[in-house]
């Protein structure tokens, strides 16, 4: 009998238990922060380590375009981190007190741009794989 292979499909890496739908990922991503303090900072560079790990053992097509979006949302929000720093060392930024809840609103605006961008370009794979496993249990 000949099989055929979709070329969008994903090569799946590691057991199949680990793979995750990204947008359990997301959910995650908002709710857990506002219940447990994650240290380090994680509640911004967890989310993104999952989500590479996710397409990483779901082998996504789109695996590259996924850890870009990922690395560039974070240097993002590290750069923002970075910048008000450097602008309260050498005082350009006078009053942080006033200008930290703007800086709280921009970094939350880059980290959910770039946890979209990440979800829904996993999405797709996702999608496939979710079908490509159902059709192998109807046969």
Not at 2 to 29: C, G, H
Request: net charge positive; aromatic share 18%.
């Amino acid at each position: 009998m000949s099989t055929y292979r979709i070329i969008d499909e994903p090569k799946v890496k590691i057991d199949q238990q680990l793979i995750v739908n990204p947008v359990v990922i997301l959910f995650a991503a908002m709710l857990v922060p506002l219940f447990v303090t994650i240290p380090f900072h994680g509640k911004f560079w967890l989310p993104f380590i999952w989500l590479i790990m996710n397409a990483y053992f779901l082998g996504s097509p789109t695996f590259w375009r996924e850890f870009c979006y990922s690395l560039i949302g974070l240097f993002a929000i590290a750069g923002v981190f970075i910048g008000f720093g450097y602008g309260i060392k050498t005082e350009v930024i006078t009053s942080p007190n006033k200008l930290a809840p703007y800086m709280r609103v921009l970094v939350n605006a880059i980290y959910f741009i770039a946890l979209y961008l990440v979800v829904f370009t996993q999405s797709v794979p996702f999608s496939v794989y979710e079908y490509v496993k159902q059709q192998g249990r109807h046969e």
